[in-house]
């Protein structure tokens, strides 16, 4: 509905311009444009929660990309900083950082020395924690951010690690014990 409110507005003031109605459509497109922003963000960050980091990244840079002057342009590249270093693409994570840096240097993702703050609030529940209603067990989980580098493949395949065994209690519980 907003952006089908967002087109009759622009339509209007392309019909009209000189309209007693034209700097009301204006500062109602503003407010639509805002909205929608703050819709996109929202769903960015619930995909960020929930670790799906090329769709949050899909949405901050479709935030970036067609929302010019919202407020909310600063989050959309916070966002694909945070999507960019959590998977591991560390020279497109330093464009977009440096991006934020220039244009929104008083980002609550920066901190004082201009430096990137990794959110930790990702959740992860445990069973124990979703089946004691969040009474026991915690639903924070630090999520390390990706290598920046593979780990070296074993030249002779014949020679990888033994597998590791598990104890009756640690397959019983699913591995949450033992």
């Known amino acids: 509905g907003a952006r089908d409110a967002f087109a009759e507005f622009s339509l209007l003031l392309a019909l009209y311009p000189d309209s007693d109605y034209a700097a009301d459509a204006r500062a109602r497109m503003i407010f639509l444009r805002n909205t929608l922003a703050s819709y996109e963000i929202h769903v960015a960050n ?3 929660g929930r670790r799906a980091y090329v769709a949050a990244l899909n949405r901050g840079r479709y935030v970036v990309e067609n929302f010019q002057g919202s407020p909310l342009v600063a989050d959309g590249v916070a966002i694909m900083v945070e999507c960019y270093l959590r998977m591991g693409l560390d020279d497109l994570a330093g464009t977009s950082l440096s991006l934020l840096k220039s244009n929104f240097p008083e980002h609550p993702a920066l901190d004082e020395s201009g430096n990137f703050i990794v959110r930790n609030d ?3 529940p445990s069973l124990l924690y979703t089946a004691s209603f969040g009474l026991l067990g915690s639903n924070v989980d ?6 920046t580098q593979r780990p070296l493949q074993p030249e002779n395949p014949e020679m990888e690690a ?9 397959i019983l519980t699913f591995g949450l014990l033992g």
């Open 46 to 48: 619930y995909y960020l």
């Open 122 to 124: 990702v959740t992860n």
């Open 142 to 147: 630090n999520t390390p951010l990706a290598p």
């Open 162 to 170: 033994p597998e590791e065994t598990r104890s009756l209690l640690n």
